[in-house]
T-cell receptor, first 113, second 112 residues
Framework: KAGVTQTPRYLIKTRGQQVTLSCSPI?????VSWYQQTPGQGLQFLFE???????NKGNFPGRFSGRQFSNSRSEMNVSTLELGDSALYLC????????????FGEGSRLTVL | GESVGLHLPTLSVQEGDNSIINCAYS??????FIWYKQESGKGPQFIID?????DKRQGQRVTVLLNKTVKHLSLQIAATQPGDSAVYFC???????????FGTGTRLKVLA
């Protein structure tokens, strides 16, 4: 069974640009969550989607957005990039969200110059 | 590999010894907890979980202890091996929130 797939794995952007990251969950998993990981703040929750609906959103500015498609694949977008957005963005999937194991992808490492 | 955290607390143990990693969680209403292991350049990997109606759960070489009175979790690794070297995170979940709150992490170094 294929794991959680995130693309791209690495990307470099400049301030003011925008970026879109993609996540394909494990087959049969309908919940997708996104986390931002930085050395200073650790893993911070961004949002969670289930059946194309956002059920929770973390404490991030409106520049951070996401969506989920009918096949459970998810994307997140960060607009007007700032230096502080440099981080590893992790996607995790689970069968239906809530309590239960989260399966993480390898992450997308974003560097903002 | 990439560094997960440059200033994480570090636990150094001799190969073959037992390791104990501690975590204080934040919400007394949290009802489910997971320990994750993260190796350099990889995403977090599930180790073991425990629900709030339990105070101990054992897996293969790992044991998780939950003390709800003081909001404390610990992960015990028996006969620590070089492959156990990684950063370990605890994560808590509160029913209805659909999110996990992660601890700051502990770096485990296994000395040969």
């Amino acid at each position: 069974k294929a794991g959680v797939t995130q693309t791209p794995r690495y990307l470099i952007k400049t301030r003011g640009q925008q970026v879109t990251l993609s996540c394909s969950p494990i087959s049969g998993h309908r919940s997708v969550s996104w986390y931002q990981q930085t050395p200073g703040q650790g893993l911070q929750f961004l949002f969670e989607y289930f059946s194309e609906t956002q059920r929770n959103k973390g404490n991030f500015p409106g520049r951070f957005s996401g969506r989920q498609f009918s096949n459970s694949r998810s994307e997140m977008n960060v607009s007007t990039l700032e230096l502080g957005d440099s981080a590893l963005y992790l996607c995790a999937s689970s069968i239906q969200g809530g309590s239960g194991e989260l399966f993480f992808g390898e992450g997308s490492r974003l560097t903002v110059l | 590999g990439e560094s997960v955290g440059l200033h994480l607390p570090t636990l150094s143990v001799q190969e073959g010894d037992n390791s104990i990693i501690n975590c204080a969680y934040s919400n007394s209403a949290s009802d489910y907890f997971i320990w994750y292991k993260q190796e350099s350049g990889k995403g977090p990997q599930f180790i073991i979980d425990i629900r709030s109606n339990m105070d101990k759960r054992q897996g293969q070489r790992v044991t998780v202890l939950l003390n709800k009175t003081v909001k404390h979790l610990s992960l015990q690794i028996a006969a620590t091996q070089p492959g156990d070297s990684a950063v370990y995170f605890c994560a808590e979940h509160t029913s209805g929130t659909y999110k996990y709150i992660f601890g700051t992490g502990t770096r485990l170094k296994v000395l040969a």
